[in-house]
């Protein structure tokens, strides 16, 4: 018997070698941080070693009939606040938006997402090549009627490693809007009248339906989102809104830089031009 312990003891010290020295899988994904309407988790892209920046995501799952928010919410809603405070070897993180759904009920136009939506994250380290461990808090709203406030939290380290969740990932990427010049887009802009809120014209080279939102400089602006209007050529598409929405103090006669996303289908891109 003393025998047979010594050879047993032996092949469990060598399995227990072979365990150390076998390198860990990385989790690709954060356990779900989650309510009875919604529901937050990290994931992981695939990422190479030495490649910067790393690629990760911020999922939100949504029960049917709720829905969340964009960067910019439209008419109600609040938009998604994202806190990486308390991550270790991260630089920065940098949200990326998938274009946005238009939503229209009785409280008016909103922008967002149902069912589910992946934010792509970009993320630099402080020592590249060394894991990054994420810490998220995000604070953002859910809404079926009523618009309720949210918060989830979650963990994660990346490091170099193939993930599950790349293929979703990359169509969350895929879907964030391209940015594109305003020649290249065909996009103009103009002001109509001299009215205390002016009237803004849009003209688009498009042969197809298109979506388009706008926003202004800052957060601070909360401009209307643009209706179609009529007598656009066969290849081109007339929008309007109401200079309205501005910030306490900002001249509606001045010139801003407004950012137009365009939707059509999967496709999106983004841009940046001056009103003048």
């Known amino acids: 018997m003393n025998g047979l312990h ?12 072979m365990l150390l020295g076998a390198p860990a899988h990385a989790a690709d ?37 709720w829905k969340t928010y964009w960067r910019y919410p439209g008419d109600s809603g609040v938009p998604p606040r994202f806190d990486f405070a308390g991550s270790e070897n ?25 069912d589910a939506v992946i934010f792509p994250v970009l993320i630099s380290p402080v020592l590249p090549g060394k894991p990054v461990r994420l810490r998220l808090k995000l604070d953002y709203a859910v809404c079926e009627k ?69 926003e202004g400089p800052t957060p601070e602006w909360a ?3 643009p209706t179609p209007a009529q007598g656009a050529p066969a290849d081109h598409r007339h929008f309007g809104f109401e200079l309205d929405g501005l910030p306490p103090g900002v001249d509606p006669k001045g010139h801003f ?17 001056h009103l003048d």
């Open 29 to 65: 994904e954060s356990p779900w941080s989650q309510d009875s309407r919604s529901g937050v988790r990290l994931l992981a892209g695939a990422n190479k070693t030495g490649e910067a920046p790393l690629r990760a995501g911020i999922e939100i799952k949504l029960q049917p009939g």
């Open 146 to 214: 009523l618009c309720i406030p949210a918060e989830g939290r979650a963990e994660l380290t990346l490091q170099a490693g193939a993930s599950s969740h790349d293929a979703a990932l990359a169509a969350a990427e895929a879907r964030v809007p391209k940015p594109v010049s305003a020649a290249a887009a065909g996009l103009s802009v103009r002001r109509v009248n001299d009215a205390a809120k002016p009237l803004i014209a849009i003209d688009l080279k498009a042969d197809k339906p298109v979506e388009i939102f706008v």
């Open 6 to 17: 010594r050879l047993l003891g032996a092949a469990l010290a060598a399995c227990g070698v």
């Open 257 to 273: 830089e407004l950012t137009f996303t365009v939707v059509e289908g999967e496709r999106a891109i983004e841009v940046k031009t």
């Open 90 to 114: 991260l630089k920065s993180a940098k949200v990326l938006y998938p274009a946005p759904h238009l939503f229209a009920d009785e409280s008016g136009n909103s922008l967002g997402y149902k």
């Open 223 to 225: 401009l209307p989102i």
